[in-house]
């Protein structure tokens, strides 16, 4: 009591809502059927200082990806907007869903952490971060974007964890059996800066295409890549991001 709260958005979905008491939060387990986290802009200031441990994300509804007129429920598990900042997502579990963590900060420095979390299944990225000063590591991360069908259209469809903003850091994480990439790095109309790819293991990469390679890089300045492993490539030449 006191803690949980439910509230319709726009009149039809519920939102839950967690306020811990005394600011404290002590195993919590709940079971529920919504779209996900989407910690967004509150004013000028946004959501600050949050730090998600232990949770396990699947099955997420996508209100933006319908399928006969229903929710998609391959949606996105945690999505950041707005000026929101230092969020750590560490030690969750993300699976079967179509995007695991979407920063979409366009720049703003959100001091995103994701460590030590496990993807499985995950139908389109991973992670993917526009917002500068990422750091993704220790990760371990299979089945990313290798179902026929599910990866979208574009070139980063297929891509475990793309990164598109500023001084970025990608390390020490493990992959196994990533449709296309598994980390592209690169601005879109302006170059990233400063961002390292580096102690990283890929394991077979490129099950669903034949146009990626293990690590992509475009429209990057100071890109550093170093002292990754990768081994066991065999392109799937009969398959393309829009099949």
């Keep these: 009591p006191g803690e949980w709260f439910v509230k319709d958005a726009y009149g039809t979905d519920p939102i839950l809502y967690y306020y811990p008491l005394n600011g404290a ?46 929710p998609n429920p391959l949606g996105v598990a945690i999505n950041i907007k707005g000026s929101s900042h230092h969020i750590t997502v560490d030690q969750c579990h993300f699976r079967k869903l179509r995007i695991g963590i979407a920063d979409e900060g366009g720049g703003t420095q959100h001091h995103l952490t994701i460590s030590n979390c496990t993807f499985d299944d995950v139908y389109r990225n991973a992670t993917k971060m526009s917002s500068a000063d990422a750091t993704v590591t220790g990760n371990t991360l299979t089945n990313i974007g290798a179902v026929v069908g599910q990866a979208g259209e ?63 890089f475009d429209y990057a300045d100071h890109l550093i890549i170093r002292d990754n492993i990768i081994r066991s490539m065999t392109p799937n030449w009969s398959s393309s991001a829009t099949d």
């Design 154 to 216: 574009d070139f980063g469809g297929n891509t475990a964890i793309k990164c598109q903003g500023d001084d970025c850091l990608i390390t020490w994480n493990r992959f196994h059996r990533t449709g296309g990439s598994a980390i592209t790095t690169g601005g879109t109309r302006t170059n990233a800066q400063r961002n390292l790819v580096a102690h990283n293991a890929i394991d077979s990469a490129l099950v669903m295409l034949n146009d990626h390679a293990a690590i992509t």
């Design 25 to 70: 939060v002590n195993n919590v387990r709940v079971t529920v059927q919504a779209k996900g986290f989407e910690f967004d802009t509150n004013g000028s200031q946004g959501c600050a200082n949050i730090h998600c441990r232990g949770l396990i994300f699947e099955h997420f509804a996508d209100e933006l990806a319908y399928v006969g007129g229903e």
